[in-house]
């Protein structure tokens, strides 16, 4: 049954409001570094943005999780999904998606890519391809695909946390906006062309929701000046979670009708793609201190943990908050460390209760873009994940071995 949006289903779930004993036993049984992903986390957070979004369709940004755990259970919750490579679409139908709700995205796609993508659109008709390049238009001609198209648009607006995914006005993202409506006309001679696509980019909130109404309103007109029926206007995601403790939540009611309002009266679907919203604060990252290091300006707090686990502080220099889990003592300001070579690797500043050796450590807000890029960097396995749901646990990526680190390793034999 999908959850309801109710006093039960807050706008956002703060690291203080996961069960210490659940996480002790976690760690015990299953040993850090460990995410922990709770999928009825995911089905309040969808309920919560299908609520605010009556009418439009909500596709499920899977590169923000691809836990077939996690693809499962928004399925069965109703949500369509948008894939950014090959690899995520073949996952999206593994977990169960038609055809008819899932929408293939290419980014200067390999040639890999857009064969398979084509393979899969004949097995699965309903399947669209959302292309951002006249390029990627010819590449699928050549492979006699003619199917379902949809054009992403550089709206020449982006925003976002970080200048790194900022992609409504990088030139990499999509055709440029002027040139949309006669690429589209021209596409639509061979191909069953359903609609515009755009994305302002990832971490949305505050001063940068100006940007994105704007980026909304521009594909409205656009949309408006097609003369073709289109069946959806796809305005992407990007809805923001607050990562520190004190930050307020989206207002995400707000958010809805504003991008209503700059969409204006249109005939097609309105689509939006979230990614983070649904999955970020549904997710932890637990991880034991095994170090702790006085130094003249820092004590620095070494945990099995680092940035082949989870990036994003070393590539975004973004904030996780991190607390002691069932620790008392007196609050010491720490440099949280991790055990990779590089200077990059450490997850901030932060109060931990006087840190000693064997602490388990919550990292929270973790359950978006955590897992799908860690890395075996320095050699080193990545961690497990189990998914949690009421009382029930499992596994949803078992822990790898060092085997698992040089499996695709070949001796060289010389010709």
């Known amino acids: 049954m999908s959850a309801t949006v109710s006093a039960d289903n807050p706008p956002v779930r703060r690291l203080s409001d996961w069960s210490d004993a659940r996480f002790g036993d976690l760690a015990d049984e299953y040993d850090t570094p460990l995410y922990v992903i709770d999928l009825e986390r995911v089905r309040e957070n969808y309920a919560r943005l299908a609520a605010a979004f009556p009418d439009a369709d909500v596709h499920f940004a899977a590169k923000a999780n691809t836990s077939r ?8 919750e109703g949500a369509s999904i948008e894939c ?7 996952r999206a139908f593994a977990a169960g998606f038609e055809g008819e709700r899932v929408h293939y995205t290419a980014v200067n796609p390999p040639g890999i890519d857009l064969d398979r993508a084509v393979e899969l659109a004949a097995d699965h008709p309903g399947l669209t ?21 949809c054009l992403r648009v550089n709206p020449g607006v982006g925003a976002g946390h970080h200048e790194k995914v900022r992609t409504g006005a990088d030139a990499k993202f999509g055709v440029p906006y002027d040139r949309a409506a006669s690429l589209l006309e021209l596409a639509a001679d061979d191909f069953d062309v ?10 949305i909130s505050g001063d940068d929701l100006g940007n994105h109404r704007e980026l909304v309103s521009r594909m409205g007109e656009l949309a408006r000046t097609i003369d073709l029926d289109l069946e959806f206007v796809d305005v992407g995601g990007g809805f923001g979670v607050p990562y520190h403790p004190d930050d307020p939540p989206l207002d995400l009611e707000s958010v809805a009708d504003a991008t209503r309002d700059a969409l204006g009266d249109l005939d097609a679907t309105l689509v939006v793609e979230p990614g983070r919203y649904l999955v970020a604060d549904a997710g932890v990252l637990l991880t034991r201190v095994n170090t702790v290091k006085e130094a003249p300006e820092a004590t620095v707090v070494g945990v099995d943990a680092g940035m082949t686990t989870l990036v994003r502080p070393a590539l975004y220099d973004s904030y996780h908050h991190i607390r002691s889990v069932g620790a008392d003592g007196r609050a010491v300001e720490t440099t949280v460390a991790g ?27 973790a359950g978006a873009y955590g897992y799908e890029m860690a ?22 990526h078992r822990r790898e071995t060092h085997a698992d680190v040089i499996a695709t390793e070949t001796e060289v034999t010389w010709e």
């Open 375 to 396: 890395s075996q960097y320095n050699s080193r396995p990545r961690p497990a994940v189990v998914v949690v749901d009421g009382d029930r646990t499992g596994v949803a």
């Open 84 to 90: 950014a490579s090959a690899g995520e679409t073949e």
């Open 339 to 365: 055990p990779i070579c590089e200077s990059s690797d450490t997850f901030g500043t932060h109060l931990l209760a006087d840190p000693t050796r064997g602490d388990l450590l919550a990292v929270g807000n």
């Open 129 to 149: 391809v959302t292309v951002g390049a006249a390029d990627t238009i010819d590449r699928l001609a050549e492979r006699g695909y003619d199917g379902r198209l």
């Open 194 to 203: 359903v609609g515009i696509h755009a994305h302002a980019g990832s971490g």
């Open 69 to 76: 755990a996690v693809l499962e259970t928004l399925e069965v």
